[in-house]
């Protein structure tokens, strides 16, 4: 009877034990980093062209080196860049017949390689080739636009953005192509949203400034 008792006390020592040594075991595993998840980075298929596309948009897009739409202009401004990637959705080109076809209709303007579109005399945003060398040439090839603008360089900043806005919707449905912001992720309602609302935020700046002036 006394072995027989004994039994489940010995049983509830093996358990207790075995608790104890897989506790340790797995801390020192934990301590060791071996149990750490592995996240994997997610590479982008243009990750190559980002750095790319920002020089492009400094320096190809150098309002500032141009007469500007704004008073005061032989004062250097400090750039406000909007910039929007319209990219295949299947990465193939584009038609570039179709594509320039679509820029004519659009009253766009071609220069130094790039378009220009106008509204009343002014230039509103420019629209060039997202890949090098960044310009559109006769035998350019491509499956990533950019259009972008200087909110500091033009007179209304919203209505910019509007007009951008509807160039890319129109674009996107003609070439079956993404609106995507300047570091290639999908536009959001919510980008879209912070983007007007920086463009409120010149536009407030401005009318400061333009009340200051007139009480100096």
Known sequence: ????????????????????????????????????????????????????????????????????????????KHQELVIFNLISVDTSNYDMDQLFGFLANYQTKLTNGYFSYMKAGEEIFRIANALNPGTFESNAKTHAVIIVSDLNNVNDATNVIGSMLDFATQFSENFHASICDSNRLPLTKQMISHIESQAQEIMRLKQLQNIEKIEL
Not at 12 to 24: G, H, P, Q
């Open 1 to 76: 009877m006394a072995l027989a008792a004994a039994t489940p006390t010995s049983t509830c020592l093996s358990i207790a034990l075995f608790i104890v040594i897989t506790f340790f075991f797995l801390k020192r595993l934990s301590s060791s980093n071996e149990l750490k998840v592995k996240i994997e980075e997610v590479t982008d298929i243009y990750e190559d062209e980002i750095d790319k596309q920002e020089e492009l948009a400094q320096s190809s897009f150098n309002f500032s080196d141009e007469q500007t739409n704004v008073p005061d202009s032989n004062e250097e």
